[in-house]
């Protein structure tokens, strides 16, 4: 594959990874919406923060370091019977985590009232399994990403992520009483559905015409599994010392991604109906970075990991391929740049319309509102911090990932700090204060690190952060024309002044995008041809 096969396969996956997320966030939208109508808020703190947290902890620290590795540079093109072997070992240490886990959570973390939040105990078992269940398909997800299997993603995770909400509703309607089991039994559903998928289709696609016309490198079911090669080392010790070095890094990682949770858990600053309140308006805030921002940053990681050589000086590569990374850098900082300041310009106005909508005077009242505004403007550094992350770790050396992790390891302890003084002050909103701060610091040591890598050389990828000026003026406009709009219009004068008020946002908004497509030309002609599925079938 040459760089330009790269880029187009990263940018369809990009495409169908977003279009996978806005179900997926749309279905979890629709299905949290739902599901407060039935269960306490407690209930669904537990369920959120808790339960979520112990499921996330296992599988992305038992997962991400061998993702990384396997998908760099170091690991494409390998013999892929190594990569394989390496894989495998992401299950005993899953078994290890959810031992030491499952025994915290039991006997560590203070229980929920048993008469609020029934059937804990069997809860953290069954949300365990499912982390257990989910890591058997590491190989497979692996060897799919690595050869751009992009369909398989999406049907996979589709149809589990259907059969997740189907059990979800069914059971809540007809026995709310059950408590966790339900979203146990959701959970597990998930976990399952994805791993039958996967197996489904490798046991189909290997040895089949399809597998040979893209040289696929196995051909056997039995190649799926773990084996001794005669005459090879069991992994490839270079993979698997990279594997080390990203696995010390998504620890910390882990705590930056979900420290909040973590402060709650252990720390106990918010009650689990406050933590239930918290996390939805955290998952309203964050829907946009989820599905949009995360896909393309997992993408263009595959993407940037294959054009680039890690480690190497920018003057020792192929320079037609540095070109190519610059440009694509830049046009990636540029459309999530647009896309943030497009957010905090237009969630300050319509955050209490929106949470007002979502969950009624349980969400709008309080602090909700002001939580969301918060967390517009933390989006901006969302999207900025994906981008420049991910072009960074494809890029490092395995010395600079160590040197690296030695700076997460003091934002990780910062932030813990940060969070617990700032929550005390101000409650919810110290969470997303302390996010703010941390994700800062690590966009800073990011653009130092490009503008280092690139400083001999003619390409200047973060001029992508520097909008155009008209551009500028359209959002600040937009957010005096909203701001007065919600003031005047919003939201205790019934749903005509409402809906006024919805389409001067809608006004506001095109003209921004109006002037976006007409001053942004580089940029518009790069989601053209590499971000929307239908232009990059007819490139390829």
Partial sequence: MGSQDDLKSASALASYNVLLQVMF???????????????????????NVRLMLLYTTLVFLSREAFRRACLSGEGVGRNWRQVINLLWFTLPLGCLWGALLVCVWWWLLKAPDPEAVPHYVPAVGFFCLAGLMELLAEPLWVLAHAHMLVRLKVVAESLAMIAKCLVTVVM???????GLYIFSAAQCVYAGFLLLCYIIYFLQFLGSEEAKKKSFPLDHVSQLLPTR??????????????????????FLKQILTEGERYVMTFLNVLNFGDQGVYDIVNNLGSMVARFLFLPIEESFYVFFAKVLERGQDVRQQKQEEVSIASNVLECLLKL???????????????????????????????????????????????????????????????????????????????FLLLSYWLTWLFGGMGFILANCCNMGLRIMHSLIYIHCYFQHSVH?????????????????????????????????????????????GAVCLLGVVIIAFLTETRLVQFIRTQLLPKYSKKDT
């Fill in 25 to 47: 966030r749309l279905l979890t939208f629709f299905l949290n919406a739902f599901t407060l109508r039935f269960v306490s808020k407690e209930l669904i703190g537990v369920v």
């Fill in 172 to 178: 809540v309607v007809s026995a709310p009483d059950w």
């Fill in 229 to 250: 090669m005669n005459g090879q080392p069991l992994i490839n010790w270079k993979l698997a010392t990279l594997t080390w070095s990203f696995f010390k890094q998504s």
């Fill in 336 to 414: 999530v740049l647009l896309i943030g300041l497009i957010i905090t310009a237009f969630g300050y106005s319509y955050s209490y319309l929106a949470l007002d909508m979502y969950g009624g005077e349980l969400l709008s009242s309080g602090t909700g509102p002001s939580l969301l505004r918060c967390y517009s403007f933390y989006v901006l550094l969302l999207a900025i911090n994906g981008v420049t992350e991910c072009f960074v770790f494809a890029a490092m050396s395995k010395e600079e990932v160590d040197r690296y992790n030695l700076v997460m390891l003091g934002l990780s302890a910062s």
């Fill in 460 to 504: 200047t990828p973060l001029s992508g952060l520097h909008p155009h000026p008209a551009l500028l003026i359209a959002l600040m406009m937009s957010f005096v024309l909203t701001g007065f709009s919600e003031r005047m219009l919003c939201c205790d004068s019934g749903w005509l002044l409402r809906l006024a008020h919805i389409t001067i």
